[in-house]
């Protein structure tokens, strides 16, 4: 796949702004699946240092909540500002598990290389993000995840880089399923085409936390972990 929309953007900002797996190009393979409309109001849930807010703002003309607990709001308000795109995209630090928002207030959700660290339950989406949502708004959702269920039998080598935390928050697309297909139409999971990009560019940051992460993706060598990408629309 070619990501064609990423292209435009400035890759040293890009870099500069990565906090795991390119979620620029993640959030445009999702949105080609499932595009949104000109005009929503979108929250954006663990938005880190807002590349997926500011590529859903200008490429869908669309309001923005960029929600995230580890940068702070007024960071990412110096940084939308600096670009031009303060007027579209108003963030917000918080916590996942205590948004501040109204029912019904958004047409569409979107979490990318996020939801993993706060949805991994059977309740979470129900009690905590479909209250939020207007019937039939857009579902998408991208996280690292596991080709099948290995937690019970790690590979050898890779034993030492997968800590007990991470292993928890990992999970096949099996696992994933029944966490949202009760509760979304046109439902679909699937592995996203974009694991080796999405990678490559994190691995190629000066980021401290990309370079430990770089022995981990060449030993695993696609066997076992995978980008799980969901889309749907509220029941």
Same mark, same amino acid.
Not at 87 to 92: A, Y
Not at 201 to 204: N, T, V, Y
């Given at each position: 796949m070619n990501y064609i929309k990423t292209e435009?953007?400035?890759? @040293?900002?890009?870099?500069? @702004?990565? =906090?795991?797996?390119n979620s620029m190009i993640i959030i445009e393979e999702l949105t080609n699946k499932l595009p949104l409309e000109k005009g929503m109001r979108v929250l954006d849930l663990g938005c880190g240092k807002g590349l997926t807010s500011i590529f859903i703002a200008k490429e869908f003309d669309v309001e923005v909540y960029a929600v995230d607990l580890w940068v702070s709001a007024t960071e990412n308000y110096e940084r939308f500002k600096k670009i031009g795109m303060d007027?579209?995209?108003?963030?917000?630090h918080s916590n996942a598990l205590d948004l501040p928002f109204a029912n019904e207030f958004f047409d569409a959700f979107i979490s990318i290389d996020a939801y993993h660290y706060f949805g991994n339950n059977d309740t979470y989406f129900v009690e905590k993000i479909m209250p939020l949502l207007k019937k039939d708004a857009p579902v998408i959702i991208g996280f690292p995840g =596991?080709?099948?269920? &290995?937690? @019970?039998?790690?590979?050898?080598?890779?034993?030492?880089? /997968?800590?007990?935390?991470a292993l928890e928050m990992w999970h096949s697309i099996e696992w994933w399923t029944p966490k949202f297909n009760k509760y979304l139409k046109d439902f679909n999971i699937y592995e996203l085409e974009c694991f080796d990009k999405a990678w490559e560019? /994190? &691995?190629?940051c000066d980021n401290p936390y990309a370079v430990e992460d770089f022995d981990m993706i060449k030993t695993d060598n696609g066997r076992y972990m995978n980008i799980i990408g969901l889309t749907g629309k509220v029941l």
């Open positions: 435009k953007y400035d890759k @040293n900002f890009i870099s500069e @702004n990565m =906090m795991g797996p007027k579209s995209i108003i963030p917000i =596991m080709k099948y269920e &290995l937690h @019970n039998n790690i590979p050898k080598e890779m034993e030492k880089y /997968w800590e007990a935390e560019d /994190w &691995l190629c």
